[in-house]
C-alpha cells in the first residue's frame, strides 16, 4: 500500500547530542581502536553543546549572558579588594610599594634621582651617592677637599636626609675621596 512513511524514531541532532552521540557513531561506523581525528568544526561543535548542556544544568539561559530563567536580576556586590573606581596613578604607586614592602627602597632611589635638590647644585657637582646598605649611605667626592667639605656637612646631611626618607633611615653618611693608584715607593719616600 502506499501510505506514509512508518514514523521511525526522530532524528537526532548532532549539535545537541554531544560528545555521547559522537561516541556512539563511532562505535556503529565500526571505526575500533584509537579515537578518529576530528576536524576543527566537529570539535567546535561538541564544545558548543557542550557549554548548553552545562548551561542548562545551571539554570541559564544560552545565549543570555548568564540570565537565569523565570529569576531577578542579581545585585552584584563588588570585590572590595579589586578597587572599584579608578584611582589616581600616584595613589595606585603607592599602595603597590607599601603592599611589597618597597617604599624604602624607591625612597632612597627617589634620594639618588634628586641629589642635586637634597645637597644643592654646587655640591652635587663635585660628590655623588653610590650606595645604602643598613642605614649607611656611601657617597663619593671627586676630590679631597670636597670629601672633606662633606664630611663637615654629614650631620646635616644625615638630618635632611631623614626628613626626606623618614626618621631613622639613614644613619651615616660615610664619605669616599676620589680613588688613586697604588703609591709607589720612591726615593723621597720615608722607609
Excluded: C, Y
Excluded at 57 to 70: C, E, I, S
Excluded at 165 to 180: D, E, F, I, M, Y
Aim: charged share 25%; glycine share 14%; proline share 8%.
Amino acid at each position: 500500500m502506499d501510505g506514509p512513511p512508518a514514523a521511525g524514531p526522530p532524528a537526532a541532532d548532532p549539535q545537541a547530542a554531544g560528545p555521547q552521540a559522537d561516541a556512539a557513531d563511532a562505535a556503529e561506523s565500526g571505526e575500533s581502536g584509537g579515537v578518529p581525528a576530528k576536524s576543527g568544526i566537529e570539535l567546535a561543535r561538541e564544545a558548543l553543546a557542550q557549554a548548553k548542556a552545562d548551561a542548562l544544568k545551571r539554570g541559564t539561559l544560552p545565549g543570555q549572558g548568564g540570565k537565569r530563567k523565570g529569576a531577578a536580576k542579581p545585585i552584584r556586590v563588588r570585590d572590595p579588594s579589586r578597587g572599584g573606581d579608578p584611582q589616581a596613578f600616584g595613589a595606585a604607586i603607592r599602595d603597590l610599594l607599601a603592599s611589597r614592602g618597597w617604599e624604602q627602597r624607591a625612597a632612597v632611589g627617589g634620594v639618588f634621582g634628586n641629589w642635586a635638590g637634597i645637597v644643592g647644585p654646587e655640591l652635587a657637582e663635585h660628590t655623588r651617592p653610590e650606595r645604602f646598605e643598613d642605614g649607611e649611605l656611601t657617597v663619593a667626592a671627586d676630590s679631597t677637599t670636597w670629601a672633606t667639605q662633606l664630611r663637615l656637612l654629614s650631620s646635616t646631611l644625615v638630618r635632611r636626609l631623614n626628613e626626606e626618607l623618614g626618621h631613622g633611615t639613614v644613619r651615616r653618611v660615610k664619605v669616599v675621596g676620589p680613588a688613586s693608584g697604588p703609591r709607589r715607593n720612591g726615593a723621597w719616600r720615608v722607609r
